[in-house]
């Protein structure tokens, strides 16, 4: 969805995203968006701030088990919109008061909405994406889901994390 600098009005205009084409759904699955919210200002002919926020529930695959698991994104962001040609002054006028947005230049006066909630969502993505603090994932042995059953392999395995740290203690 793009917004022309034209289309904000005088006093900021709202907009609650219901459709999801914008999602990134080819890295993980989206269960529900529960909302999508932006507010786009003019602060003048060549810049326009906009605040949003994000809620959705989306599901991972473990990277230690590979099992799905539910997650919720929220995600609330500030950008910067600029562009025309004195954007370099305008900048140092304003260095301060600007640390918590992203600034993105534009060629163009126009602002793709759903490409910054698509960002938002893939930044919004753990490093670790972990079921569970205490996942124990697989047995590096047989394969089998630790969280779903044992199995005869696992104690006492040489690669486990508690033979290591007794090779280092003898040390
Ligand atoms: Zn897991
Ligand atoms: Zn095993």
Redesign the pocket.
């Given at each position: 969805m793009k917004v022309t600098f034209g289309q904000i009005s005088a006093g900021g205009t709202h907009y609650s995203l219901k459709d999801t084409g914008w999602f990134p759904v080819e890295e993980f699955s989206l269960r529900q968006l529960h909302h999508a919210e932006i507010d786009l200002l003019k602060k003048n002919n060549d810049t326009v701030v906009l605040e949003g926020e994000m809620l959705a529930s989306v599901e991972f695959l473990?990277d230690?088990?590979g099992?799905p698991?539910d997650y919720t994104l929220l995600v609330d962001f500030q950008y910067l919109f600029k562009t025309g040609e004195d954007v370099s002054l305008q900048l140092q006028d304003m260095e301060c008061s600007e640390d918590d947005y992203d600034t993105v230049y534009l060629d163009e006066p126009v602002i793709d909405i759903g490409e910054v909630l698509r960002e938002q969502a893939l930044l919004a993505v753990p490093v670790r994406k972990?079921?569970?603090d205490g996942?124990k994932?697989l047995c590096p042995e047989c394969g089998v889901v630790l969280?779903h059953e044992t199995c005869r392999c696992s104690p006492g395995r040489p690669d486990s994390p508690f033979a290591v740290l007794k090779k280092l203690k003898n040390h």
């Open positions: 473990c230690r088990c099992e698991f972990i079921c569970d996942c994932g969280a």
